[in-house]
């Protein structure tokens, strides 16, 4: 499906969209959403039109407004132990807390499991990267036993296949035109 161009009041409210439509799969609405997984819809500080998807203290998911994902809760506690990514991008950043030492995110190509950082993970045409803004981030294939660790500034491109992981330093062009993305 094709988005209406940036300018568009949908695409500006696209995120909100995309939490109710979570809620809704979720059985409920999007205050129910928020209670249940103890995440709430914010707006973005800098960018009052953007929303924000906060999790307790320790987590917060940008999404663009093409993303479909829902977070899953591994073990019943209130903030969620993982996000499933099926296409678009998600801004995360988590920092680690007395009751959630880790979070990943699930992509049909890939894992990024990380342990307290902010980064950035986009599924597009059979294909999964990963950006490390800020901390460490380990990216394996789904059904790979061998990762990739990734430090700040380092990429990775995840596709179908059984070949080696090759972390790369990301030309800044390629860079700022994920984060112009998230109106970074």
């Not at 803004?133 to 990739?148: D, K, P, Y």
């Not at 660790?149 to 860079?175: F, M, N, T």
């Amino acid at each position: 499906m094709k988005l209406p161009s940036k300018k568009c009041s949908i695409c500006i409210l696209w995120p909100v969209f995309a939490v109710a439509a979570a809620a809704n799969w979720f059985g409920g609405s999007t205050e129910a959403f928020g209670q249940a997984n103890g995440c709430v819809l914010i707006s973005d500080d800098r960018n009052p039109l953007d929303k924000i998807l906060r999790c307790g203290e320790g987590l917060s998911i940008r999404s663009t407004p093409n993303a479909r994902y829902h977070l899953t809760d591994q073990d019943g506690s209130q903030t969620p132990a993982a996000a499933r990514l099926d296409s678009g991008a998600l801004m995360i950043e988590f920092t680690p807390g007395k009751h959630r030492r880790n979070f990943q995110i699930l992509t049909p190509q890939a894992i990024a499991a990380v342990r307290g950082t902010k980064w950035v993970v986009e599924v597009i045409s059979g294909r999964t990267s990963t950006l490390v803004l800020s901390g460490t981030v380990e990216v394996a294939r789904r059904r790979g036993a061998r990762g990739a660790v990734l430090q700040a500034g380092e990429g990775i491109d995840v596709s179908a296949g059984s070949g080696p992981l090759v972390v790369k330093r990301w030309a800044k062009r390629r860079v700022d035109a994920l984060l112009a993305r998230f109106n970074q």
